[in-house]
Every structure is written in C-alpha cells, then in structure tokens.
C-alpha cells in the first residue's frame, strides 16, 4: 500500500489542523495506521493509531485529549485531528501502516507533512 501524509500548514499556538493519510494501491483494510512525528534533533515519536478490526484507538500520552485519529473507508483515508496545538506539537508527521494488529515496527510509510505551531 502506498501512503500519502498532507494537511499540513502553519498554526498559531491554540489552533488546529486535520491530516489526512490516503491510500493507493491497494485499500486500508486489515491494516493499522498510525501516526507520528519528528521534530528538528528528535527522534521519531507515536502519535496515535487506529486498528481496522474493532477500530480500537491508541494515543500517546502528550497528545491525549487534543488530538483525535478516525478513518473514513469510503474515503480510503485515516484522520489525525489536532486541536489546540502547542508550539511543542511542531514537527514533520508522518502516516504509516501494517497488516499486525499491534504492530512494533509499520511495513508502509509516507512522505511526511509539516506542522509548525507558533507560539
């Protein structure tokens, strides 16, 4: 499956954006997607992620309560909703996806999109 990141953009701290992760190639069914970001001299952290069986829902700590995964299979897309936004939030997030359930490493990853909060 082929992943495409974007919904990315510049936000003053307190706003929110939506990214969007769409599939081609092939649909999103049986995988989990997550997403994550790096910020400049960071490692790679999680985010959040969705199974397609059940539609359980896995978010990291420091977004909790702010920021919102969902999918869309008519769509064929998966959903980061990211609201008041925190300039500690800046950072390239990236869209992944894996046919295990829980999945310690994702086989599939796209492009990346950038988020910049300003404070």
């Known amino acids: 499956v082929q992943l495409q990141a974007y919904g990315g953009g510049l936000v003053q701290a307190g706003g929110s954006l939506r990214l969007s992760c769409a599939a081609s190639g092939r649909s999103f069914f049986g995988y989990t997607v997550g997403w994550f970001r790096q910020a400049p001299g960071k490692e790679r952290e999680f985010v959040a992620a969705i199974r397609w069986y059940g539609g359980g829902t896995y978010t990291a700590d420091s977004v909790k309560g702010r920021f919102t995964i969902s999918r869309d299979n008519a769509e064929n897309t998966v959903y980061l909703q990211m609201n008041s936004l925190k300039p500690e939030d800046t950072a390239v997030y990236y869209c992944?996806?894996?046919?295990?359930?829980?999945?310690?490493?994702?086989?599939?990853w796209g492009q990346g999109t950038q988020v910049t909060v300003s404070s």
């Open positions: 992944a996806a894996d046919l295990t359930s829980t999945p310690k490493t994702y086989d599939y």
